[in-house]
């Protein structure tokens, strides 16, 4: 049987923790929200899983690879963000055979698809639809593929249920539609207990599940049910009572005190701050029994600490190339600037504002200049942009680099500069003819930075030597 997952919702209503990440990906009791729904049908007889994504598609692949995980194969279907499902079922129709399961992944419910199809199966209609507690949940056996099915829509749809369908009340749901049913619906988990649904972890004590690498000392509870993700410190100062939930690679500094709180993962909370009734993301505070959202600018207080890490450490191989490419391209410098004073004696340098990869302490993406050569030979006009491959602030290899000026210009579902994956050299110099539409570049692009590894690096690597030896390197560019 086939399955397909509709994770195309952009997340505004979740703002701002949907800021860098798409709603699939949030991190519900410390698990993706996505896998959930794959846990669930994984106990289903379902074979192939037609996954619809939009923003931050690399993302979602990344985490979820193929399906061997869950004895499943994935196929991803790109589509703009919150498109209409009954269109994208049209569109995607010959690809599925009836009867097969339609759903969204990012919404929350308990486990129920095996429960759901062993009694859909023996209904003869059309499509029939699951609900629980009166609402629909997202979830139907779809027979013909022209049937209307409105619980699959994106805000949601609060018509009455189709005539035909399966009542699940046993079962627990949440469209996660605003930021306090995420509040509510994470710590409900922690709190019902229920092991099929929260991350594994070593108990320190009866009430404090922890995650691998992290450091927790039992006695800073003061009761509750409290989970900790992996590779997370938690002072030895710090108060905790449950329910709370501290994601991964959080850093809790000394004499905090936390409680009926979610603390996303990545965040930095600062010496004797006191968080209650609270969604923690990076810099932001929101208040839920307030309703009220603060941004945080002092650093020593609350901040991200997640990107900027990922930002330093995960191209380093590429840093380590860009430092080494610098050095040895220092004798071209003068050659470049020579040329470029006989025709722009009055403006030797081009300056531009673009879109960093690291980030502030406060989570914002850092604005930076970078400086090119006013010279129309490509390797000559680039040189000086190694100096922020060099610092980490672009890629050896990557996607075109944002300007500051044009930054808010790009669709709310074009993701590829979220991954920090912005690059001196792309598809457009290595793959690409010289004056392919800009189109196709962005699409290349888009594949270009899910391909990772140092074998990867090894061969645009060689394609980037190669390259210095034909004229299209030398050859000035038209304007």
């Known amino acids: 049987m086939q399955a397909i997952i509709f994770a195309n919702r952009i997340g505004h209503e979740l703002a701002p923790l949907c800021d860098n990440r798409c709603p699939a990906l949030l991190p519900l009791a410390n698990r993706p929200l996505l896998e959930y729904t794959l846990d669930d049908l994984a106990k289903t007889e379902v074979e192939e899983v037609f996954i619809v994504i939009s923003a931050h598609a690399d993302q979602i692949e990344a985490n979820f690879g193929n399906g061997e995980m869950w004895g499943m194969r994935f196929r991803y279907l790109l589509c703009r963000g919150e498109e209409s499902p009954e269109l994208l079922l049209q569109r995607f129709s010959s690809l599925l055979k009836a009867p097969f ?27 029939i639809e699951a609900v629980i507690a009166g609402n629909s949940a997202a979830l139907y056996l779809v027979n013909n593929h022209h049937e209307k099915i409105p619980g699959l829509s994106w805000p949601r749809n609060n018509e009455i249920p189709l005539k035909q369908h399966i009542e699940c009340n046993e079962s627990l749901f949440s469209s996660l539609d605003n930021l306090a049913a995420f509040h509510q619906t994470s ?20 009430d404090i ?42 850093f809790i500094d000394k004499s905090t005190s936390l409680s009926n709180s979610v603390i996303l993962p990545g965040t930095y909370v600062g010496e004797g701050l006191a968080v209650e009734n609270a969604i923690i993301s990076g810099h932001h505070l929101i208040r839920v029994d307030f309703a009220s959202h603060i941004p945080v600018a002092d650093p020593l207080l609350l901040s991200n600490i997640e990107n900027e890490v990922n930002a330093l450490l995960s191209p380093l191989p590429e840093r380590l190339l860009g430092i080494f490419l610098l050095l040895i391209s220092l004798p071209l410098w003068p050659i470049a600037l020579a040329l470029t004073l006989l025709k722009n004696s009055h403006q030797p340098m081009h300056r531009e504002p673009i879109i960093s990869n690291r980030t502030n302490l406060c989570g914002e993406p850092r604005q930076v200049v970078g400086w090119q050569f006013n010279t129309s030979i490509p390797l000559f006009r680039k040189l000086p942009m190694l100096w922020l491959v060099s610092r980490g602030d672009l890629r050896l290899f990557g996607c075109e ?45 888009i594949t270009f930075i899910q391909e990772k590894g140092l074998f990867t690096l090894g061969l645009r690597l060689l394609k980037a030597i190669t390259l210095l030896f034909t004229a299209r390197a030398w050859q000035p560019m038209s304007h």
């Open 401 to 445: 680099p944002l300007s500051a000026a044009t930054q808010t210009n790009s669709p709310c579902w074009d993701s590829r500069h979220d991954v920090n994956a912005a690059g001196l050299l792309g598809p457009a110099q290595l793959d690409l003819p010289r004056n392919s539409p800009e189109e196709e570049i962005r699409l290349n692009e």
């Open 209 to 250: 599940t922890v995650g691998r690498l992290s450091k927790v000392t039992p006695n800073s509870s003061d009761g509750g049910k409290i989970l900790v993700g992996n590779k997370t410190h938690i002072d030895a100062s710090a108060r905790m009572q449950g329910p709370l939930i501290i994601g991964h690679h959080c």
């Open 101 to 127: 399961v339609a759903l969204r992944g990012d919404v929350f419910r308990s486990p129920v698809c095996s429960h759901f199809l062993q009694k859909a199966k023996t209904h003869d209609t059309p499509a």
């Open 187 to 206: 710590l409900s988990l922690i709190k019902d207990g229920k092991s099929c649904l929260i991350p594994s972890g070593r108990k320190i004590a009866e």
